[in-house]
């Protein structure tokens, strides 16, 4: 049995992977907070196995409830191979450094950079000794490699967590395991984010015309186009630590 876990799976991209993985010997555990009616379809129409946790990914109070649950619907021994896509995040808060609240803030490192390293750490943990082949992959953003205004808090997540996936990947690479760490970047994509960005202020997102731009001219990926590359990808042979970039592989 193949065992897929993808967080952020009610909607955008990650309801993209949850809909293109097309594996009849495989498990799907979707983690979002809610539960949307497209996923349920999904479900209804897949063969595979398709469970559901809801939680809110932000709270890391939640996380020990959450992770038993997970990993109470994976029979490691037996599993052939286990991915787990961390794809759940946010963009917000659009502002610039000195004006995000405090909340906001913490709940954008949690979401964003905490939560994805602890569910990696409890994979790497729990999958130990295992002969299925293990692969995490985090979902990251050009914004990592460059400084965008207004995305103090979303570039600075995103950097961390493409090293994250580096130094596991290293780590792994030197043991010797069965566990391969990657990150991928899907670019501009037609998501509830990107309207999120278009409905920012000049004042808070300098570049918001750009985006509006992107829209307007039809410049936006689907997000079914986006997970298709991605299930590709995860079906080929991986660079343990590697940052693969969309546009690599169109």
């Keep these: 049995?193949?065992?897929?876990?993808?967080?952020?799976?009610?909607?955008?991209?990650?309801?993209?992977?949850?809909?293109?993985?097309?594996?009849?010997?495989?498990?799907?555990?979707?983690?979002?907070?809610?539960?949307?009616?497209?996923?349920?379809?999904?479900?209804?129409?897949?063969?595979?196995?398709?469970?559901?946790?809801e939680c809110d990914l932000s709270d890391i109070q939640q996380l020990p409830i959450v992770l038993n649950q997970l990993f109470s619907q994976i029979n490691i021994n037996h599993a052939q191979k286990i991915t787990l896509?961390?794809?759940?995040?946010?963009?917000?808060?659009?502002?610039?450094?000195?004006?995000?609240?405090?909340?906001?803030?913490?709940l954008h490192v949690h979401l964003n950079f905490l939560t994805p390293i602890l569910l990696s750490e409890a994979f790497i943990e729990k999958t130990k000794g295992t002969s299925a082949s293990l692969v995490i992959v985090n979902i990251t953003s050009g914004a990592a490699n460059r400084p965008v205004p207004g995305w103090s808090a979303y570039c600075s997540t995103k950097a961390g967590l493409n090293m994250y996936t580096k130094t596991v990947g290293v780590e792994q690479e030197e043991k010797q395991t069965k566990i391969t760490s990657i990150a991928f970047s899907p670019g501009i994509m037609d998501t509830y984010m990107q309207g999120t960005i278009r409905n920012a202020t000049k004042d808070e997102f300098s570049s918001i015309e750009q985006f509006k731009e992107y829209h307007e001219k039809g410049m936006l990926r689907s997000p079914s186009f986006v997970a298709k590359k991605l299930i590709n990808l995860l079906s080929s042979s991986l660079e343990n630590g590697r940052i693969y970039d969309i546009k690599e592989l169109i």
């Design 85 to 106: 896509i961390n794809n759940a995040g946010t963009v917000n808060p659009i502002k610039e450094a000195g004006s995000a609240k405090h909340e906001e803030l913490v």
């Design 1 to 53: 049995m193949n065992y897929y876990i993808v967080t952020g799976a009610s909607r955008g991209l990650g309801e993209a992977i949850v809909n293109e993985i097309d594996d009849q010997n495989s498990a799907i555990i979707c983690l979002s907070r809610t539960v949307s009616s497209t996923l349920k379809k999904i479900a209804a129409e897949k063969q595979a196995p398709l469970s559901f946790i």
